[in-house]
Structures are given as structure tokens and as C-alpha cells.
């Protein structure tokens, strides 16, 4: 009889229990966010890279991500807030960071921002040579120099 009610105990318990969601990596997390975006499911796929974002503060591909998904939702002054963020972590990767914020700055100060991003797009076309990622880059490289020119 005591071994029937350890065993309802035991039951209760696990029905008490909550069902915690294993936890997704950071790699599955983006993934996720950006089907969502694909799916112009925007709040959602914010949603999933907050938790990216909330998983770890210092990952720019999640706060770029979070910022495109701001933009894209016209929240302007969050997406610049994770653009900076992602500038200080790293100052010297990444170009995109910096054509948007080219973007929604002025004067000078675009033109600074588009000069970044060019250096890191000349960093990154140093490392991958006659590719055709080096083709794509090369194009990027162009479109911000004509943007600097209607600054």
C-alpha cells in the first residue's frame, strides 16, 4: 500500500512539474528567426532573436538580425541602438552594420559610416581573393560608394 502511494506521488509530481522547452542553441535560434522573417512574420521572428539576443548580448549576427527585423517593422532608434552594439563588438568585421547606419545617419556622419563599412569590405575581399563571394562583395563596395556620393 505505501508503494502505490509513492508511486501516485511520483506521478503528481510530474504532472506538477512544468514542461520547460529544451533550450536552442544560438545557430537554431537564427535559423528559426529567420524562416520567420522570410515569412514576413516579423514580431515572431523578433521575438525568437531576443531570446538569441537574451542568450548572448555580445552576438552580432543576432543583434544584426534584430536590428534588419526593427527596421523592417520602422522601429528606427532600437535597430540603430543594436547596429552601434554590434560596432563596438566588432569594429572591424562586418560591413553591413555600417551601410545601415550610412543609411539612417546624415551628412558626415553617413559618409563616416559608409567609409567603415567600405574598409571592412576591402578587409573581407583581401581574404577571399577571385571567388564569387569577392564578385558579390565587390558590387556591395560599389553601391557604397555611390551612396556616399548622394549623401
Same mark, same amino acid.
Given at each position: 500500500?505505501?508503494?502505490?502511494?509513492?508511486?501516485?506521488?511520483?506521478r503528481?509530481?510530474?504532472? $506538477?512539474?512544468? /514542461?520547460s522547452?529544451?533550450?536552442?542553441?544560438m545557430?537554431? +535560434?537564427? #535559423?528559426?528567426? %529567420?524562416?520567420? @522573417?522570410?515569412?514576413?512574420?516579423?514580431?515572431?521572428?523578433?521575438?525568437?532573436?531576443?531570446? $538569441?539576443?537574451? /542568450?548572448?548580448s555580445?552576438n552580432?549576427?543576432?543583434?544584426? +538580425?534584430? #536590428?534588419?527585423? %526593427?527596421?523592417? @517593422?520602422?522601429?528606427?532608434?532600437?535597430?540603430?541602438?543594436?547596429?552601434?552594439?554590434?560596432?563596438?563588438?566588432?569594429?572591424d568585421?562586418?560591413?553591413?552594420?555600417?551601410?545601415? +547606419?550610412?543609411?539612417?545617419?546624415?551628412?558626415?556622419?553617413?559618409?563616416?559610416?559608409?567609409?567603415?563599412?567600405?574598409?571592412?569590405?576591402?578587409?573581407?575581399?583581401?581574404?577571399?581573393?577571385?571567388?564569387?563571394?569577392?564578385?558579390? +562583395?565587390?558590387?556591395?563596395?560599389?553601391?557604397?560608394?555611390?551612396?556616399?556620393?548622394?549623401?
Amino acid at each position: 500500500m505505501g508503494s502505490r502511494r509513492a508511486k501516485n506521488a511520483k506521478r503528481n509530481l510530474k504532472k $506538477a512539474e512544468p /514542461q520547460s522547452k529544451p533550450e536552442l542553441t544560438m545557430d537554431q +535560434l537564427l #535559423a528559426k528567426a %529567420q524562416e520567420f @522573417m522570410d515569412d514576413n512574420n516579423y514580431e515572431t521572428a523578433l521575438q525568437v532573436v531576443t531570446q $538569441a539576443v537574451n /542568450q548572448d548580448s555580445n552576438n552580432t549576427q543576432a543583434l544584426l +538580425l534584430a #536590428a534588419i527585423l %526593427q527596421l523592417e @517593422m520602422g522601429n528606427i532608434e532600437p535597430a540603430i541602438n543594436c547596429l552601434l552594439r554590434c560596432t563596438e563588438i566588432s569594429p572591424d568585421r562586418g560591413f553591413e552594420k555600417y551601410m545601415y +547606419l550610412g543609411q539612417f545617419t546624415v551628412e558626415l556622419e553617413s559618409v563616416r559610416y559608409y567609409q567603415l563599412g567600405i574598409d571592412a569590405l576591402q578587409r573581407d575581399l583581401e581574404e577571399l581573393k577571385d571567388s564569387e563571394q569577392a564578385a558579390v +562583395l565587390k558590387r556591395k563596395m560599389a553601391e557604397a560608394y555611390v551612396a556616399m556620393t548622394e549623401v
